[in-house]
């Protein structure tokens, strides 16, 4: 009792005494005793809050329940029309997504084993010519990849890049500049990687002073062939390499496989050959069991995986895969663990839109429910480690901070809006979980 009095103590004296920024921002908080029911705190619980990637939480949860730890996404080969007498393929090659999100990602191998991995199962089919065309197909999934209501400085950046039936590379791709010799200094873009060609990327980068980080941010929608580079990268690099999203992942994974073949000596000719729906499937790359897949997403906090992940619940439920048929079943199956909705919204799977609402105690009781569930152990190692003895969710984005987890027979959540000054938010952050540990 006495350890929940001084918690509870501590909490009323962090919303007190951090006047400085909380006058001007919004706190909820909501801890109790999955064990007894007991409530610890509770502070603006009902208030709907931005989550920010706490919402993984909630979509990794989900993903678990509905498609299974041993599931995997797989992408296919297939080949249509005749191979004649000369080896030559009359008709077309086509790559089939299945919205493997870690599909030729440097997690597991990166670019080239992928390709070369195909490359070897066309060959494998004694195809020495290919009439047709390398054809990307990412139809399994709705086309729109991102999400309406992610900001414009996310979308052209690698945290922001959208999810797709045909995702490759993490749908990222590296832009290395070489800084200029002073500050302001145009900086000079160097390469990017994988060389993608179908781009054109305008660079605007200027030099920053030393130690003054990554300022730089690449700008470009989804399928567009122009970005737009922008921003300061530091003085005192040879070399300052910033990530972005691919426009057009499909279309990169049909160049590099094009180039792959002609490497091999194998000729495509791209002619257009009209597809008689009668398709030959001969090779299949599977993904990394959702285990593994929902781990990387918490522990890293990958949006990308998050947004496959919820177009995934939606294709399985409703044969659409969607953001609002994946935000439909999540909705779905919050309601049937008895989780009261009111003032939830769900706008994405990853947290990035600043549209997700959740109350501190919406999620809490959802921590709780998800104890009762034999899976709850692998979502529970999936958190990050915090103070040696919390596991937790965190959520990050511009005047907003939030953790959501577990601490001993605690469930909490915490979400901090509108905090316009940064070190005071973290400062209550770093006791209130000093607090935690040291008391549970």
């Known amino acids: 009792m006495l350890r929940i009095l001084y918690l509870i103590l501590f909490m009323n004296t962090l919303v007190c005494k951090e006047s400085i920024f909380l006058d001007h921002a919004i706190i909820g908080i909501f801890a109790i005793n999955t064990k007894t029911s007991e ?8 208030l709907s809050l931005i989550p920010s990637s706490c919402m993984k939480l909630i979509t990794t949860a989900a993903a678990l329940e509905i498609l299974g730890s041993n599931y995997s996404f797989e992408t296919h080969l297939l080949f249509d029309g005749i191979i004649d007498e ?7 090659i086509y790559i089939q997504g299945g919205g493997d999100p870690l599909l030729g990602s440097d997690r597991i191998g990166g670019i080239e084993p992928q390709i070369n991995l195909w490359i070897d199962a066309i060959k494998n089919l004694g195809i020495k010519k290919i009439r047709g065309k390398i054809i990307g197909d990412s139809s399994r999934w709705e086309k729109a990849m991102a999400i309406p209501t992610w900001q414009w400085e996310d979308l052209g950046n690698y945290y922001g890049s959208g999810a797709s039936a045909l995702t490759f590379h993490e749908n990222s791709y590296d832009v290395t500049f070489k800084p200029g010799s002073a500050v302001l200094e145009k900086a000079t873009i160097l390469k990017t990687t994988p060389n993608i060609e179908n781009i054109t990327l305008y660079n605007e980068v200027t030099t920053g002073p030393i130690g003054s980080f990554d300022q730089a941010c690449v700008y470009g929608s989804e399928f567009s062939s122009v970005q737009y580079a922008r921003g300061t990268i530091p003085l005192g690099f040879n070399e300052f390499t910033i990530k972005a999203a691919i426009p057009d992942p499909k279309a990169l994974i049909e160049e590099l496989v094009k180039k792959g073949l002609q490497k091999e000596n194998i000729e495509v000719f791209s002619e257009t050959i009209p597809s008689n729906n009668l398709k030959t499937k001969f090779h299949t790359t599977k993904s990394p069991s959702l285990e593994k897949i929902i781990y990387w997403t918490n522990q890293d906090s990958v949006n990308l995986y998050a947004e496959h992940l919820l177009k995934k619940i939606g294709e399985s439920l409703y044969q659409e895969g969607s953001t609002e048929s994946g935000i439909k079943g999540v909705t779905n199956f919050l309601t049937s663990q008895k989780i009261d909705l009111s003032g939830f919204y769900m706008a994405d799977g990853s947290g990035l839109s600043r549209k997700n609402l959740i109350t501190p105690k919406q999620m809490v009781s959802f921590l709780a429910k998800l104890q009762d569930s034999p899976l709850f152990p692998l979502l529970y190692e999936s958190l990050p480690l915090l103070n040696g003895n919390i596991r937790a969710k965190s959520g990050s984005m511009s005047f907003s901070k939030g953790y959501a987890g577990y601490v001993g027979d605690v469930a909490f959540a915490i979400f901090i809006n509108n905090a ?19 008391n549970s």
């Open 39 to 46: 409530i610890i705190f509770d502070q603006n619980s009902d």
């Open 86 to 92: 000369n080896q030559t393929l009359l008709g077309n």
């Open 420 to 438: 316009t000054d940064s070190s005071l938010k973290m400062k209550a952050l770093d006791t209130f979980f000093e607090t935690l540990s040291n």
